[in-house]
């Protein structure tokens, strides 16, 4: 009788309450998993088992990660899909494909096929030898078979049609690819019209294969400011370091094409819910007037001097690295910082993302 007036609750309905408080995240969650394909600005760490020089998991990369810890991130911190995971009640962080330390249980939430330097093209993804957008599709439909064999036909099913699945890619295509000149690279062939009519196909052609494997939810995203990356600026000698005009006026051509690529392909494929992420215009606002948004530099990366250096040449041997990336649009010179990247992922969350998708 005398548990009948404790002024804490029995053991049966402590139980209630701590399975309640434990099934909540899962209950909560607005959709079951992310599933990112793409290039560095989304790679969780894939290229690290690859055999490339385009990697990025040693110090200063992730110092300002969980537990200061490089993981093949292109940043200080957390890339766009780790935040998008947590907006959306999922892990904080999403793994990558192919690091032995995580297996099928952690990837039923959430898994990254990305791979820094690919591109739309299979010619960009050739230039450092990296994973091809086929080759990412090939992981994924390995993917869905272990998660089926894991979970079981009917929760897998569910898990693949309802995961918001994320693309970000193209920047290289036109960096890496087109405007380095390559011999008997893409220039000599298209004009950049054509190439960006090239790459509009081929971003189709990606989409309708997923959609053939079962994909409905997905966020293609659109291309930043690119002629504003430190690396654009610091060789855009005759400019006298600005913007590269042209780069940004591509971009934002391209994105025009996309997004009628987007409307036809929604229209076309039954049950498809595509929408084009553009942070473009957001982005240009932080590199123009950053102070708005509580940074103190722009034109310069955080990584070593800031002008050049990325992948191996930002490491901890060189003395210049700034102290508080927080302060800077870039971590190195082709990659924003994780605030940026935070800045960017919220606001998408918020007035797209969320809105769409839950
Ligand atoms: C890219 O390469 C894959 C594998 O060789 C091939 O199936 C695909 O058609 C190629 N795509 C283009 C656009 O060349």
């Not at 990247?341 to 969350?349: A, D, F």
Request: overall charge neutral.
């Amino acid at each position: 009788m005398a548990r009948m007036h404790s002024p804490f609750p029995s053991r049966p309905f402590l139980r209630l309450l701590l399975v309640v408080a434990a099934a909540a995240p899962m209950c909560e969650a607005a959709v079951p998993a992310i599933i990112v394909f793409g290039d560095s600005s989304v790679d969780a760490g894939n290229n690290n088992v690859i055999s490339t020089v385009l990697k990025s998991n040693f110090q200063p990369y992730g110092r300002d990660f969980f537990g200061g810890r490089p993981t093949g991130r292109f940043c200080n911190g957390r890339i766009p899909p780790d935040f998008i995971s947590e907006a959306f009640g999922l892990k904080p962080a999403v793994p990558a494909y192919l690091d032995p330390a995580y297996s099928i249980k952690d990837f039923a939430t959430g898994v990254c096929f990305a791979s820094a330097g690919t591109g739309y093209d299979n010619a960009t993804s050739n230039v450092l030898n990296v994973i091809p957008m086929w080759k990412e599709i090939d992981y994924y439909m390995e993917y869905q078979q272990k998660l089926r064999a894991y979970l079981g036909e009917e929760r897998a099913n569910f898990i693949l049609s309802e995961a918001l699945y994320l693309v970000c890619v193209g920047t290289n295509d036109f960096l890496e690819n087109y405007y380095s000149s390559l011999p008997g690279g893409r220039q000599s062939q298209f004009t950049v019209r054509q190439y960006e009519d090239f790459l509009v196909g081929l971003a189709t052609e990606f989409i309708t294969e997923l959609y053939s494997l079962g994909v409905r939810k997905v966020s293609l995203t659109g291309l930043i400011p690119m002629g504003c990356l430190p690396l654009e600026r610091t060789t855009n000698f005759f400019g006298r370091n600005e913007c590269v005009q042209d780069y940004n006026n591509v971009a934002m051509e391209f994105n025009g094409k996309l997004r009628k690529a987007v409307a036809r392909m929604n229209r076309r494929l039954p049950g498809l819910r595509m929408v084009l992420s553009e942070p473009y215009d957001l982005f240009l606002q932080m590199i123009r007037k950053p102070s708005s948004f509580g940074f103190e530099v722009a034109q310069r990366a955080c990584c070593a001097t800031g002008l050049y250096e990325m992948s191996y040449m930002c490491n901890q041997h060189n003395p210049f690295t700034c102290a508080d990336a927080n302060k800077y649009v870039f971590w190195d010179s082709f990659h924003p910082t994780e605030r940026t990247n935070q800045i960017i992922s919220e606001h998408l969350v918020k007035e797209l993302l969320l809105p769409t998708f839950s």
